[in-house]
């Protein structure tokens, strides 16, 4: 196979396909790159900026940059620990994210992103800013205080599902999901079976009736990093 | 040489945090022998008696007598360190932190289904601490040196973390006893 690239992250030799981009080539090898918004099913997005890494000792999104041949690429230093861990934090103080009654708890990437990183407490002071819950859907509910702008949702109904039901609206703070209606949530096409509800990493899009249905103890993240399934390919290649 | 003191404090709590201290079992009379009880909830001491080696601050700031007693902690402790998520983020009490301090206080004193209030007053005796306009995280407030996530935080990480203080070691926590929830 003489199309491989070869490059190297944290000194690992990796191994591409053209066109891959350094995030999925370090996937495939069992190299975990904290990440947000990209998801294994949607187009490179690039908007968190979790996955910065320093490529050739610049700092790059890891889910939009191609893999290119003899590419250095650095991910797990104290730099790089330190900007994914402010990213994170300030995503914790921007929205309200009360963990203890969120029913996502536990299975949310954002929190498991948290104790991966080793955060206990955001540095930064809490905004409490009021947001909605449009709970009009008879079996969804989105709530903008947990929802982190990663754009899951958005990609996910026009890539995945072919509805286009999610959108953006504002700007900077202001800055919310809204949706392909003139009133609510229950005015749109959305299904409950969606990939768009499915995707989203945090508790933001929920389906009702749903509760606390996992005990504490067996949901994904309580006893095993976020990434671990990556991290675990590597392993068994050996 | 004197052991030294803990004490704790419970503000816009609900005392679960020291129920989870409770919760370190027969560990408990490991603690007794390393360290005396100061000020605290739990033998009921009102008053600091010394310098406090480590405080453990329990719920958020949501009004006057919070902040003094906050003050007074920092004042008197080495260590403060916020636990639980009440003290950290503010918890279920700063629910309410989104909504204007009129609209809470009309619908619990005169608006809410279930209220029973003929006077037609909210209460403002000024034996009642005045009300902060929202709750604040501890570290807020004052400088706090620690924070222990959960709600409430588990007692292996309560234990682990007070022992790794009391004996200036560096906290090395495991991965399962981190949790916001």
């Known amino acids: 196979m003489s199309d491989k690239i070869k490059f190297t992250i944290d000194g690992v030799e990796i191994e591409a396909t053209p066109g891959q981009t350094i995030m999925q080539a370090a996937d495939e090898a069992g190299v975990y790159i904290p990440r947000l918004c990209a998801h294994k099913d949607l187009l490179p997005f690039g908007s968190c900026r979790v996955c910065t890494v320093m490529v050739n000792d610049r700092p790059q999104a890891a889910c939009t940059q191609p893999a290119s041949q003899g590419m250095y690429v650095e991910s797990e230093t104290e730099e790089l620990r330190q900007i994914r861990t402010n990213l994170v934090e300030m995503l914790f103080v921007e929205g309200n994210h009360y963990c203890p009654f969120c029913e996502k708890s536990g299975n949310c990437e954002l929190q498991a992103l948290g104790y991966r990183l080793g955060m206990l407490a955001p540095k930064y002071p809490y905004m409490f800013n009021k947001h909605d819950v449009d709970a009009s859907h008879p079996d969804i509910y989105i709530d903008h205080n947990r929802c982190i702008l990663c754009a899951r949702c958005v990609r996910s109904s026009k890539e995945l599902d072919g509805k286009n039901v999610f959108q953006f609206v504002g700007r900077g703070i202001h800055k919310k999901i809204a949706f392909n209606s003139d009133t609510n949530l229950a005015a749109t096409n959305v299904s409950v079976t969606d990939k768009a509800i499915e995707n989203c990493p945090v508790g933001a899009i929920l389906t009702k009736g749903v509760g606390y249905a996992v005990p504490i103890g067996k949901r994904m993240y309580d006893s095993q990093p976020i990434g671990s399934d990556i991290e675990a390919r590597k392993a068994t290649e050996k | ?181």
């Not at chain 2, 636990?83 to 950290?88: D, S």
């Not at chain 2, 983020?89 to 279930?114: F, H, Q, S």
């Not at chain 2, 040196?145 to 090395?172: F, R, T």
């Open chain 2, 1 to 181: 040489m004197a052991k030294p003191k803990i004490a704790t404090a419970s503000l816009a709590g609900c005392f679960g945090c020291h129920m989870s201290l409770l919760d370190i079992d027969d560990r408990i009379l490991k603690l007794v022998e390393l360290v005396d009880f100061d000020k605290s909830p739990v033998d009921d001491i009102k008053k600091f008696t010394g310098r406090i080696t480590v405080g453990l601050i329990e719920g958020g700031c949501c009004n006057e007598e919070n902040v003094h007693n906050l003050q007074y902690f920092r004042e008197n402790c080495d260590i403060l360190v916020s636990l639980g998520e009440c003290a950290i983020m503010g918890g279920i009490p700063a629910m309410r932190n989104t909504i204007p301090l009129k609209e809470c206080l009309d619908e619990a004193y005169l608006n809410g289904p279930t209220v029973y209030n003929p006077s037609g007053k909210i209460p403002g005796d000024k034996d009642l601490p005045l009300i902060l306009d929202k709750v604040y995280p501890c570290h807020e407030v004052v400088k706090m040196d620690y924070h222990l996530p959960g709600c409430p935080p588990s007692a292996d990480l309560i234990w682990q973390a007070l022992v790794a203080l009391l004996e200036n070691k560096p906290m090395d926590l495991p991965y399962e006893v981190i949790k916001y929830d």
